[in-house]
């Protein structure tokens, strides 16, 4: 049985320095196991790599789907893990991976824990745990080996096959909140397999320039991905409308890692309706 190959995707835009940090931990977890790393870079001005990283200077792309679905196209690997240009990962990450791989060879994809959330925020978004807009990442508090509906976007492994089948929407532009949880939701649809969280994945969201937005902003785009969210895998379930004012209510909470504002999310509904 030949060995699974890998490749680690990086898509970034306007941030080589957040990059040429990350890419130091990749390089060190690739070359442990003749990983290949590849980067996507949207700036006006391609990212200057070390050797062993290959970038793909792609500018004219709209968005961070589109970028994924670039670096999709652009290997061959058979395992392909997405990162963040944010985020570091263990030296073993890249071993442990297609060690999972190779045990589990019916999994569709698998990543770690890397966001965890105190208490009163977890008891926070259990209100709005219904339906489409369950999401099992926002109910974590520790590190863990469980099935999941879908994994943390800074940071997963996937069949590159299976990706292929069901790509990443990229008629969504700009920074597309939520990408990742589309994907996955689509991705456990159409294919068997399932996802799963593996505690031996070790990674670090750094989340460099968590604070470029303010909460106005931030609430205007968590309310157009909700709203965008009840609208594609909503269906004709009687109760997405319930379920998405009380997703609305979480996201004005004002708690949170990045806490949105009553005003923003208001706005983000002026925008819709109007």
Not at 61 to 75: D, F, I, V
Request: aromatic share 8%; hydrophobic share 45%; net charge positive.
């Amino acid at each position: 049985m030949s060995v699974a190959t890998l490749a680690f995707l990086i898509p970034s835009k306007h941030r080589h320095a957040s990059l040429a940090r990350t890419v130091v931990r990749v390089l060190t977890a690739a070359r442990r196991v003749d990983a290949e790393v590849l980067i996507c870079d949207q700036s006006p001005h391609a990212f200057v790599a070390p050797a062993g990283v290959r970038i793909l200077h792609r500018p004219e792309l709209s968005g961070l789907p589109a970028a994924r679905n670039a670096l999709l196209r652009a290997t061959t690997a058979d395992i392909v893990c997405f990162l963040d240009d944010d985020t570091d990962i263990a030296a073993d990450f890249g071993s442990e991976l297609l060690r999972l791989a190779a045990r589990e060879p019916d999994g569709l994809g698998w990543g770690p824990v890397v966001e965890v959330r105190p208490r009163r925020v977890q008891w926070l978004h259990r209100l709005a745990q219904f339906g489409v807009f369950a999401d099992p990442r926002r109910l974590l508090s520790a590190r863990c080996d469980r099935p999941t509906t879908a994994l943390f976007g800074c940071c997963f492994a996937v069949h590159r096959g299976a990706a292929l089948t069901v790509g990443f929407d990229a008629r969504r532009t700009g920074y597309a909140l939520g990408e990742d949880l589309d994907f996955c939701l689509r991705l456990t649809a159409r294919r068997a397999g399932g996802l799963r969280f593996a505690k031996s994945l070790r990674a670090v969201h750094r989340r460099d320039g968590h604070d470029r937005q303010t909460p106005d902003a931030r609430g205007a785009a968590k309310t157009a991905f909700l709203l965008w969210l009840a609208r594609g895998h909503g269906g004709r379930n009687p109760c997405t409308l319930l379920h998405l004012l009380l997703a609305l209510a979480a996201a004005a909470s004002a708690f949170g890692a990045e806490p949105a504002s009553v005003r923003g999310c208001w706005e983000g509904v002026r925008r819709w309706l109007f």
